[in-house]
Each structure stands twice: as structure tokens, then as C-alpha cells.
């Protein structure tokens, strides 16, 4: 770790936090509530044949993959990239990892291979746990997998090294103890998408992590014993945590836009799901299908929608098929921050809307409990050290940073990348989150666009949500963006 890196840390508090301990805690609260389910086939007439993993089962099972992975030689802090399918074992596994205090990194697969590579060497992984096509393609690019000191593989494995689950579970013992790591101990590596830049990996701490729990489930009211339907595999733990058995629908999460919205809705049918969590671009279609077909959700309490800006015409539509006692909510954050502010649909409809429209950018609500947002002044240089005097006021436009005990502290191996994102401030960070926005009169915050892709002319700064809403609302257009040209400060 460098120097710079020693200088972010938050100091260590001595007290263990494992957050793969709410598993075995919900295992003997409420061991024959299922914890996961999954669709393992389909019958001849195209229904969805479901397995579900009970907490106990689920908790047994990441057990005795931990010790078996452990018989592999992953240990504690060993960096592991995890490139399995959705189901069981997906689920599993991370348990067992957190359970031994090893590090899952985690890549979406969706970038591409070559994106995907790029992100391995900048990790430096110990350890490789995947399906047969993704070891495909680590002994294809064996030079960047070079140094493993582990290899597993989730099904069936052939010419490749390195041992199978099946076989390493097969007579494992399924009793582990936790890890008893720290708080501030690294407990994964969460890449971000690379949509508005190089993917960088994020470094999540256990006591981070359980923040979130805390955090989701104050902020929408999650009670134990709720359905979940998590469009995003990750998220899925987060269910665990918070006790609400997770539906894992019938999609590939690297396709979001390609999703197909009925099997989302059969799943929410068919095991009366309560909350739901996913992108704009899943329920956009869903929306859209539901619209057509008159579909309504009775079941639901809670839409949460998060990952890029959500139009409110999907609000509008997803409101007609839920009841009147639920909502839609979109909170905001980033993979190094979230959540940060959260906004309801029915606030959207009711107050926000036709500011948006008129250029004012996207309400995204009061900061969510436990977050610290401020508006500083726009720059693109590093600012090493936190003054009030960044803070620009209230209604003038500035990037949003954030504090907070979900707030990461640094990308992994990427120190420029962490000092131009982080303003130290004692014994706490500033996460620079890299958006224009401004707080209003009644404290909400409101989204202008990416600080990168501001248009600056020798006359106003232009920021693209603001303006690209008035251009969407002419009749013929779909969608439009806004782009500088020339350097800033004389763009056109």
C-alpha cells in the first residue's frame, strides 16, 4: 500500500464485523424461509421449473464452500475474481468468501474481453473462481492470469488446471466460522462500468458494506420476510442480509436493455414479489409491456430504479400497474457511493416533472440518512485538502461529493485515479462523485449531468441533462445529447 494510500485510511477500529454474519444469523432466525430462487428449467409448455436454497441450506452450503475453496488454497485476503452464472453457487460462493475474510473482485462480463483483461491486470488476482467458458477464456489469456495460486471451476471442468466445486464440496464439512475481520478490511473489489470512463476497481470495506444494509433498509422500510426480485445478481446478497428471500430473474444481467420484460413480471406473479430493484433500461421494457398488455402488480410496495437517469414517462407508466399504496423510488449514488439521495416517483409526478422538462435537471431527492452532501465549486484538478471554502450556495450549480460510512476510500492501484476523486478531511473522506448538481430551496439535490461532459463557451457553461430535456421534449425526437466542441472554455 503506498504512502498516499495510508494517508486515506480511516483509522482501524478493533471490533470484527464480518458481513457474511447476517447469513448464519437469518439461518437461525428463520431457517426454512428460503433465501434464494432460481428458475432451473423451463417445461415443455415454456413454465418456469423453481429451485430454492432454504437460509439453513443456503448457510450450509456456503459452508462447505468455503472449506472447500479453503482445501483449494484461497485464503484470507487473497483477491478473487468470481465469473459464475447467477444461481446457487454464485451466491455461495461470495458467502464463502466473505466467510474465509478472501476478497471477491467482481467485472462485468458485459464490457467485453478485452475491457475485461484490462481490469484483471490492474487487480492482480490470486485466485480464479468460473463456469467452463470463462476459464476458456483465462487459459486462452493465461499471461495475464499468470500468477493464480488457485483456480476453481463451477461445473464441468476439462483441459484446463485447477479443481471443481463439486469436487471440493463433495465431502466438506458444512460448520465454518466467520473470519473475524475489521471494519475498514477489505472485503471486495467492485469494478465500475466503464460508461463514462476506464472501469476502475472499487474497494469496498466490510463495514461499508453493512452501512448499505443498514442504510437500504431504513431509507425504504424493508422488512424481514419480504420478496425481492433483484435485477442486479449483487443486490441479491443485500436481500439476504436484510432477511427478504431474493427471486433471481430469468435474464442475463450484462444485457439489461435486452431483457424480456415477461419473464420479470411471471416472476413477480408467480412468487408475489414486494420490492424490486433494477435499471432504466429493464424497466422501460417492462413498463412498456405492462402498458400494452394491461398488466397489474398488486403485490409490489416498492420499484427501486438506479444506474442512470429514469424518464418519468416509465414513472408514469409503472405507476399504473402497482397500487396506490406503492411507489417507485430512484435512488441516486455511484459504485464508490450509494446511496446517496433518493427521490419517489409520485414526488417525481407530482412536483419535479415539469421542471426537468423545462431544463431544470433531474430531481434526485434528500439525502438519504447517514450521508454528508455538499455542492463545491467546479474543477477538474485534484483537491487534496477539505475547505468550507470549495462549498458554493445553495441554487449555483457545482459538484456533488459526499461523506459517509458507505463511502469507498480508494480504487485499487489506482492512486492518481484515487487522489483526483477523494478530499481528505481528518479522520474522514469527500468522494468527488464526478456530477453537476445544485441543492434547492427545500435542501433537495438536483442532477445537472457529468462534470465531463459539460460544454463550456466563452459565455455560459452548459451541462447536458438540463439541456438535452429540452431538446427530448420536441416531437420527433427519441433521445439527443450534448457535445462540446473545441477546447473548453471556447466551445461550440
Known amino acids: ?27 437461525a432466525l428463520v431457517p426454512d424461509q428460503p433465501a434464494v ?11 418456469p421449473i423453481y429451485k430454492s436454497l432454504t437460509f439453513k441450506q443456503l448457510d450450509a452450503y456456503s459452508n462447505k464452500c468455503a472449506n472447500g475453496l479453503t482445501q483449494s488454497g484461497i485464503q484470507r485476503g487473497m483477491r478473487t475474481l468470481v465469473m459464475v452464472r447467477p444461481d446457487a453457487d454464485f451466491f455461495a460462493i461470495i458467502f464463502a468468501l466473505f466467510k474465509i475474510g478472501a476478497v471477491p473482485v467482481m467485472i462485468d462480463p458485459g464490457m467485453g474481453v478485452a475491457r475485461l483483461l484490462q481490469c484483471v491486470r490492474q487487480v492482480d488476482l490470486h485466485a480464479f473462481i468460473g463456469i467452463p467458458l470463462a476459464q476458456i477464456v483465462r487459459a486462452v489469456n493465461r499471461k495475464t492470469f499468470r500468477n493464480l495460486k488457485s483456480v476453481v471451476t463451477v461445473g464441468r471442468k476439462s483441459f484446463w488446471k485447477g479443481d471443481a466445486l463439486d469436487d471440493l464440496t463433495a465431502n466438506a464439512s458444512d460448520l465454518f466460522d466467520c473470519a473475524e475481520t475489521a471494519p475498514d478490511e477489505t472485503a471486495a473489489i467492485l469494478f465500475t462500468s466503464g460508461s463514462t470512463g476506464p472501469a476502475k476497481g472499487v474497494v469496498y470495506e466490510h463495514g461499508m458494506f453493512n452501512a448499505q444494509v443498514r442504510m437500504i433498509q431504513s431509507q425504504y422500510n424493508i422488512q424481514p420476510g419480504e420478496i425481492d426480485l433483484p435485477a ?5 446478497l443485500f436481500s439476504t442480509a436484510m432477511g427478504m428471500t431474493a427471486i433471481i430473474p430469468d435474464m442475463d444481467p450484462s444485457k439489461p436493455a435486452k431483457v424480456d420484460p415477461a419473464k420479470i413480471i411471471e416472476a413477480i406473479i408467480d412468487h408475489g414479489v414486494t420490492t424490486t430493484f433494477g435499471s432504466p433500461a429493464i424497466w422501460k421494457r417492462v413498463a412498456a409491456h405492462a402498458a400494452k398488455n394491461n398488466i397489474k402488480l398488486p403485490t409490489l410496495k416498492r420499484i427501486l430504479i438506479a444506474g442512470a437517469p429514469v424518464p418519468w414517462p416509465v414513472i408514469e407508466q409503472l405507476h399504473r400497474m402497482i397500487p396506490e399504496s406503492a411507489d417507485i423510488h430512484t435512488p441516486y449514488g455511484a459504485t464508490e457511493s450509494l446511496p446517496v439521495s433518493s427521490i419517489s416517483g409520485r414526488q417525481v409526478m407530482g412536483e419535479t416533472k415539469e421542471r426537468t422538462r423545462g431544463g431544470a435537471g433531474i430531481c434526485v431527492g434528500l439525502p438519504v440518512s447517514e450521508i454528508d452532501l455538499r455542492i463545491i465549486r467546479i474543477t477538474d484538478d485534484p483537491i487534496q485538502q477539505w475547505s468550507d471554502d470549495l462549498v458554493v450556495h445553495d441554487g449555483d450549480p457545482g459538484e456533488i461529493v459526499v461523506a459517509g460510512p458507505s463511502v469507498t476510500k480508494e480504487y485499487f492501484n489506482l492512486v492518481r485515479a484515487t487522489s483526483a476523486s477523494k478530499i481528505s478531511d481528518g479522520h474522514r473522506l469527500w468522494h468527488r462523485i464526478g456530477d453537476i448538481g445544485y441543492r434547492d430551496d427545500r435542501e433537495r439535490i438536483w442532477f445537472c449531468g457529468r462534470k465531463a461532459h459539460r460544454v463550456e463557451t466563452k459565455d455560459e457553461i452548459l451541462f447536458s441533462v438540463c439541456c438535452e430535456a429540452i431538446f427530448n421534449e420536441l416531437p420527433d425526437v427519441a433521445r439527443s445529447a450534448l457535445v462540446g466542441i473545441g477546447p473548453r472554455g471556447t466551445q461550440r
Do not use: Q
Not at 500500500?1 to 439461518?27: D, F, K, V, Y
Not at 430462487?37 to 415443455?44: G, L, N
Not at 442486479?232 to 441479491?236: Q, S
Open 1 to 27: 500500500m503506498s504512502s498516499h494510500h495510508e494517508e486515506l485510511r480511516i483509522e482501524r477500529n478493533a471490533t470484527p464485523l464480518n458481513i457474511a454474519a447476517h447469513l448464519p444469523r437469518m439461518a
Open 37 to 47: 430462487t432460481i428458475v432451473a428449467d423451463r417445461d415443455p409448455a415454456g413454465k
Open 232 to 236: 442486479f445478481p449483487l443486490f441479491a
